[in-house]
């Protein structure tokens, strides 16, 4: 709390409006915080990838009925390449809606453009964040919670699950500390949401010494397959006791 009383999420937070449980709603109108204003990715090699992803995924989406629903950056676009998608999340009935180098901006005016007018997934799962450059940890926390809210409107009988964003760098750096921000203030904020939860899927990457090992990460931000069944195994361990739970609605 700072002197006046207020909330540091007066930062993240719009005043006057409701989110969920009596949250007020994140900051995501006009100017305010580009992390949270709908934003699609520019076309900078001119090749129209994005938007022909983005495409596609509304594509289909059409004659999908997915009980879990993957959507963020590289993080969750490379996932599909490995065998944990096919050993862990097929199973689930999962799509994967991720798009490498996505910020929170461009996910949220993803789902707000078609990826999720013809689904009806059980879970969403949002992994999110790292590649919001420029932005401090509010302004990224609240372009997830605005993500939050986008999936709330759209899909009201979903759980949202978001993931923790991970350490990035082979040695500690304002990245990696940001990211640990974020996730701390995400964890916070998510607490008052009975729609939505957070997940830490870190297993610990960074050593005693600070370090991360290329053994996890081959470039220091993109995952190992190794890596991929550290993160991924107790994951598809929480999402199918959140499926087998008896629905709510």
């Known amino acids: 709390m700072v002197a006046n009383g207020t909330s540091r999420y007066s930062e993240i937070l719009l005043p006057g409006t409701e989110l ?12 305010s915080n580009p992390a949270a204003t709908p934003t699609a990715c520019e076309d900078i090699q001119g090749d129209g990838r994005w938007m022909s992803l983005h495409n596609r995924f509304v594509s289909d989406s059409k004659d999908k009925e997915p009980d879990v629903l993957f959507v963020g950056d590289s993080l969750v676009q490379l996932m599909h390449q490995f065998g944990v998608w096919r050993e862990l999340f097929s199973p689930l009935h999962a799509l994967n809606f991720g798009v490498g180098g996505d910020s929170t901006q461009h996910v949220a005016w993803r789902l707000s453009n078609g990826e999720l007018d013809n689904i009806s997934p059980k879970v969403v799962v949002l992994w999110v964040g790292t590649n919001n450059h420029g932005h401090t940890a509010e302004q990224i926390c609240g372009g997830i919670m605005a993500i939050v809210q986008i999936i709330k409107n759209k899909l009201p009988h979903a759980h949202t699950l978001v993931l923790s964003i991970l350490p990035r760098g082979k040695l500690p750096n304002p990245l990696r500390e940001r990211n640990s921000q974020v996730n701390k ?15 830490n899927v870190d297993p610990g990457f960074v050593h005693s010494d600070g370090s991360i090992s290329h053994q996890d990460m081959y470039d220091y931000l993109h995952l190992t397959p190794q890596a991929y069944q550290k993160v991924c195994q107790p994951l598809h361990a929480h999402l199918k006791s959140m499926l087998d739970k008896p629905a709510e609605n």
Do not use: C
């Open 185 to 199: 203030l995400v964890q916070e904020v998510l607490l008052s949401l009975p729609h939505a939860s957070f997940l």
């Open 20 to 31: 969920g449980n009596g949250l007020r709603e994140v900051m995501s109108a006009g100017e």
